[in-house]
T-cell receptor, first 111, second 112 residues
Framework: GQQVKQSSPSLTVQEGGISILNCDYENDMFDYFAWYKKYPDNSPTLLISVRSNVDKREDGRLTVFLNKSGKHFSLHITASQPEDTAVYLCAAASNTNKVVFGTGTRLQVLP | DAGVTQTPRHEVAEKGQTIILKCEPVSGHNDLFWYRQTKIQGLELLSYFRSKSLMEDGGAFKDRFKAEMLNSSFSTLKIQPTEPKDSAVYLC??????????FGHGTKLSVL
């Protein structure tokens, strides 16, 4: 079964708004959580990641929130821009370093 | 470019054929992953190697999919025999072991 789930296949946000992408996971052993960005016809690239010993990490317009008790993590993109339009994949791994991915959320930022 | 190299970029096969996809990881990376990407399932892990040792053999993909890593700089994914449902993009990724994955451009497989 899908160990990492992104329940929203798509999200549309107006330019300047905040984009919130969500991910739920099942495995209690996951201790690494990440978000990848994928443009059409390109490969995924890492955006931001956190370890389970923190519940928040900021990097510019990006913030990852981790809720371990709820087995949930999210990516917030503030001041969303049209160039943020892409597919966002959440990922998680345990100490085996086997990285598993969600099915992706397609974000569209409208100018 | 010293990134992950995958060949071929596109492959067209008849049902029942054997195809071999190739991957060269980033030099010095110890971990290598094969994923299958489809619109419905997203990225599905097929195989995972650490220092050339097979750590994950693909579960449901075991019967027709076989990944090998003959040396630290080259891996293959064999699909035998191919079926139309195998049509997808096959991605190879490598890492130093810190979970940050670097992906190749992928091989788009079409099985007729």
């Amino acid at each position: 079964g899908q160990q990492v789930k992104q329940s929203s296949p798509s999200l549309t946000v107006q330019e300047g708004g905040i984009s919130i992408l969500n991910c739920d996971y099942e495995n209690d052993m996951f201790d690494y959580f990440a978000w990848y960005k994928k443009y059409p016809d390109n490969s995924p690239t890492l955006l931001i990641s956190v370890r389970s010993n923190v519940d928040k990490r900021e990097d510019g317009r990006l913030t990852v929130f981790l809720n371990k008790s709820g087995k949930h993590f999210s990516l917030h993109i503030t001041a969303s821009q049209p160039e943020d339009t892409a597919v966002y994949l959440c990922a998680a791994a345990s100490n085996t370093n086997k990285v598993v991915f969600g099915t992706g959320t397609r974000l569209q930022v409208l100018p | 470019d010293a990134g992950v190299t995958q060949t071929p970029r596109h492959e067209v096969a008849e049902k029942g054929q054997t195809i071999i996809l190739k991957c060269e990881p980033v030099s010095g990376h110890n971990d290598l992953f094969w994923y299958r990407q489809t619109k419905i399932q997203g990225l599905e892990l097929l195989s995972y190697f650490r220092s050339k040792s097979l750590m994950e053999d693909g579960g449901a993909f075991k019967d027709r999919f076989k990944a090998e890593m003959l040396n630290s700089s080259f891996s293959t994914l064999k699909i035998q025999p191919t079926e139309p449902k195998d049509s997808a993009v096959y991605l190879c990724a490598s890492s130093t072991g810190d979970e940050r994955l670097f992906f190749g451009h992928g091989t788009k497989l079409s099985v007729l």
